[in-house]
């Protein structure tokens, strides 16, 4: 069953040998990450399904990752010495991919055992105090509409609502990267209306108003987890929950949301 739900963001600069005196300007995320992981130690999961955006896509299929152990560096920003390894969920996977395949909904898998950054952060945040027995589901989101993904995340959830594993589902999303002059990609009117439309969503749970944000905004904001977080919103889908904006903030023009997701 679904115990626990957060979205954090996935810079690099979140990591102590990357972002370095850099990080003093994220310390509202960095201690809404640490509140993450004292709550999700708390949760007691057997398994963490990571939804996140950079992994292998395809446009018209979701996919999971499966292979039996994973495993991630951060060489390529420049941390030579920081790794992480994480063991699949390989029956729960198993048991989604069937399930979804009976169902014909548009789902794949692939088979890789090196993870991008898009997982890796959020297991070097979130699990130094869990026990080595947690295992891992590695989802992909698709290029389809935001529907789309909810309905997906819809699916996902009945398999895993149902299964006698305690799961916590994570979005890894990072928001605009277009909110100002200073931004990765410069400024745009859609970056902030992004932000400020999912923030508003999410802070509220009324993630359906999502549905009919204009394609020119999301793409125009340059984000990249809309997918990610319109998946989460979908596992959650008629489970009482409680929403707790933790931070939401943008010191190098990215916007980054923190939310923990109470599960009553």
Same mark, same amino acid.
């Given at each position: 069953?679904?115990?626990?739900?957060?979205?954090? %963001?996935?810079?690099?600069?979140?990591? %102590?040998?990357?972002?370095?005196?850099? $990080?003093?300007?994220?310390?509202?995320?960095?201690?809404?990450?640490?509140?993450? =992981? +004292?709550?999700?130690?708390?949760?007691? /999961?057997?398994?963490?399904?990571?939804?996140?955006?950079?992994?292998?896509?395809?446009?018209?299929?979701?996919?999971?990752?499966?292979?039996?152990?994973?495993?991630?560096?951060?060489?390529?920003?420049?941390?030579?010495?920081?790794?992480?390894?994480?063991?699949?969920?390989?029956?729960?996977?198993?048991?989604? +991919?069937?399930?979804?395949?009976? =169902?014909?909904?548009?789902?794949?898998?692939?088979?890789?055992?090196?993870?991008?950054?898009?997982?890796?952060?959020?297991?070097?945040?979130?699990? %130094?105090?869990?026990?080595?027995?947690?295992?891992?589901?590695?989802?992909?989101?698709?290029?389809?509409?935001?529907?789309?993904?909810?309905?997906?995340?819809?699916?996902?959830?009945?398999?895993?609502?149902?299964? +006698?594993? $305690?799961?916590?589902?994570?979005?890894?999303?990072?928001?605009?990267?277009?909110?100002?002059?200073?931004?990765?990609?410069?400024?745009?009117?859609?970056? /902030?209306?992004?932000? +400020?439309?999912?923030?508003?969503?999410?802070?509220?749970?009324? /993630?359906?108003?999502?549905?009919?944000?204009?394609?020119?905004?999301?793409?125009?904001?340059?984000?990249?987890?809309? $997918? /990610?977080?319109?998946?989460?919103?979908?596992?959650?889908? =008629?489970?009482?929950?409680?929403?707790?904006?933790?931070?939401?903030?943008? %010191?190098?023009?990215?916007?980054?949301?923190?939310?923990?997701?109470?599960?009553?």
């Amino acid at each position: 069953m679904i115990i626990f739900a957060g979205i954090i %963001p996935h810079s690099p600069l979140l990591v %102590p040998s990357i972002g370095k005196e850099h $990080r003093d300007e994220l310390a509202c995320t960095l201690a809404a990450i640490k509140e993450i =992981e +004292q709550a999700l130690y708390l949760a007691k /999961p057997d398994t963490i399904c990571i939804i996140a955006p950079h992994g292998v896509r395809y446009p018209d299929a979701f996919s999971i990752n499966l292979v039996d152990t994973y495993s991630g560096d951060f060489k390529s920003f420049g941390d030579f010495s920081t790794s992480i390894t994480a063991k699949s969920d390989f029956l729960a996977i198993d048991h989604i +991919q069937r399930k979804l395949r009976e =169902e014909n909904i548009p789902f794949t898998l692939t088979s890789t055992d090196e993870l991008d950054y898009g997982y890796t952060i959020p297991i070097l945040l979130l699990t %130094p105090h869990l026990p080595p027995t947690w295992k891992l589901i590695p989802v992909s989101p698709s290029m389809f509409d935001a529907k789309s993904h909810y309905e997906f995340g819809k699916q996902l959830k009945r398999i895993l609502h149902a299964d +006698q594993r $305690r799961v916590a589902v994570i979005a890894s999303a990072d928001l605009s990267h277009k909110l100002t002059k200073d931004s990765p990609g410069g400024a745009s009117a859609e970056g /902030p209306q992004f932000d +400020q439309v999912i923030t508003d969503a999410v802070s509220t749970n009324n /993630p359906k108003q999502l549905f009919t944000l204009s394609p020119d905004i999301v793409e125009g904001s340059g984000q990249c987890g809309f $997918r /990610p977080i319109m998946t989460l919103l979908g596992t959650l889908d =008629e489970i009482n929950v409680t929403p707790t904006k933790l931070c939401y903030e943008a %010191p190098f023009g990215v916007g980054y949301l923190t939310v923990r997701y109470d599960i009553l």
